[in-house]
């Protein structure tokens, strides 16, 4: 029977629905969340569940929000251990880390390890999140070194580091980078190659001043056009179609079209222009490639 609750609780994780919220009655032991309404309508085709869930006593359902919480945890001990002996087998691993501050404006630090399996395909695992106090290198190499060995993982094994370019994590004195090779030499520091590209394509287009002026001028645009529910409506009634302008269509080879004709193909669908991200440069293909699809619905 817990088997029938457990794969409520996996089809939930995989598809990212919250099981419950707040939606838990706590004087009449009845949940409202996504978790009770799945476990009911399964029970709808499965007769012993709805039978366990009618005649079990309050303490022996498994649905109380104690158990959820249990068997989310116990579905992620599964699969972090099934990650770890892969990597154990591999023996050689690299660790990956970046940190941010969450919606709660607690520090989160995100951690990885890559590695090679047997048939020699690479895998870049997530390991979990670790809630940090401080954000200093001493702290930041501690809680990476701790959680690798919690894991089981022998450090001697490390050959690889991967962060972004801040000194806090690539100071060869005293930054994370330093810290980790005094315990293992062999894990050479990598800066993340998708942050250096990002770093130099931003850095270039600000030296260029047409450049510069396109993108002060999309980052306006978009942000005019998205400012106001009054205005969003507007352009998505003028947006509504789903031709895209043919002039931009470049490619020549029907059977192999360049990749920039399809973004903008896949753009000319979308409804809305979405805004221009300052930060990340790839992320702003979507942008571009909305303005260039509906340029004359737009001017």
Same mark, same amino acid.
């Given at each position: 029977?817990?088997?029938?609750?457990?794969?409520?609780?996996?089809?939930?994780?995989?598809? +990212?629905?919250?099981?419950? =919220?707040? #939606?838990?009655?706590?004087?009449?032991?009845? *949940? &409202?969340?996504?978790? !009770?309404?799945?476990?009911?309508?399964?029970?709808?085709?499965?007769?012993?569940?709805?039978?366990?869930?009618?005649?079990?006593?309050?303490?022996?359902?498994?649905?109380?929000?104690?158990?959820?919480?249990?068997?989310?945890?116990?579905?992620?001990?599964?699969?972090?251990?099934?990650?770890?002996?892969?990597?154990?087998?591999?023996?050689?691993?690299?660790?990956?880390?970046?940190?941010?501050?969450?919606?709660?404006?607690?520090?989160?630090?995100?951690?990885?390890?890559?590695?090679?399996?047997?048939?020699?395909?690479?895998?870049?695992?997530?390991?979990?999140?670790?809630?940090?106090?401080?954000?200093?290198?001493?702290?930041?190499?501690?809680?990476?070194?701790? +959680?690798?060995?919690?894991? =089981?993982? #022998?450090?001697?094994?490390?050959?690889?580091? *991967? &962060?972004?370019?801040? !000194?806090?994590?690539?100071?060869?004195?005293?930054?994370?980078?330093?810290?980790?090779?005094?315990?293992?030499?062999?894990?050479?520091?990598?800066?993340?190659?998708?942050?250096?590209?990002?770093?130099?394509?931003?850095?270039?287009?600000?030296?260029?001043?047409?450049?510069?002026?396109?993108?002060?001028?999309?980052?306006?645009?978009?942000?005019?056009?998205?400012?106001?529910?009054?205005?969003?409506?507007?352009?998505?009634?003028?947006?509504?179609?789903?031709?895209?302008?043919?002039?931009?269509?470049?490619?020549?080879?029907?059977?192999?079209?360049?990749?920039?004709?399809?973004?903008?193909?896949?753009?000319?669908?979308?409804?809305?222009?979405?805004?221009?991200?300052?930060?990340?440069?790839?992320?702003?293909?979507?942008?571009?490639?909305?303005?260039?699809?509906?340029?004359?619905?737009?001017?």
């Amino acid at each position: 029977m817990i088997g029938k609750i457990i794969d409520t609780v996996v089809v939930l994780g995989q598809q +990212n629905i919250p099981l419950r =919220g707040h #939606n838990w009655n706590k004087e009449k032991k009845i *949940g &409202y969340g996504n978790f !009770s309404r799945f476990l009911q309508w399964k029970a709808d085709v499965v007769p012993i569940l709805e039978s366990h869930l009618e005649n079990a006593p309050y303490n022996a359902q498994y649905t109380s929000p104690d158990i959820q919480n249990e068997l989310i945890s116990l579905c992620g001990l599964q699969i972090k251990n099934t990650i770890i002996k892969k990597v154990e087998e591999a023996k050689s691993f690299s660790i990956m880390t970046d940190e941010s501050a969450d919606v709660g404006t607690k520090e989160q630090m995100a951690l990885c390890i890559r590695y090679v399996d047997r048939t020699a395909t690479l895998f870049e695992d997530f390991i979990g999140f670790i809630e940090m106090e401080m954000v200093d290198a001493e702290s930041i190499a501690t809680a990476i070194v701790n +959680n690798v060995q919690e894991c =089981g993982l #022998n450090m001697d094994n490390l050959r690889g580091q *991967g &962060y972004d370019g801040a !000194s806090v994590m690539s100071g060869n004195i005293s930054g994370v980078k330093a810290r980790i090779q005094q315990i293992q030499p062999k894990a050479h520091y990598h800066h993340c190659r998708v942050h250096v590209l990002n770093l130099v394509v931003a850095t270039s287009c600000k030296a260029l001043a047409e450049i510069r002026n396109l993108f002060d001028s999309v980052s306006q645009l978009t942000w005019f056009l998205g400012g106001s529910a009054k205005r969003m409506a507007i352009v998505s009634r003028f947006l509504s179609g789903d031709d895209t302008d043919k002039l931009v269509i470049s490619g020549n080879n029907e059977d192999e079209p360049m990749l920039s004709d399809t973004l903008i193909e896949k753009a000319g669908k979308r409804h809305s222009i979405q805004k221009l991200c300052e930060t990340r440069w790839t992320a702003r293909v979507d942008t571009l490639s909305s303005l260039i699809a509906k340029y004359k619905s737009i001017t």
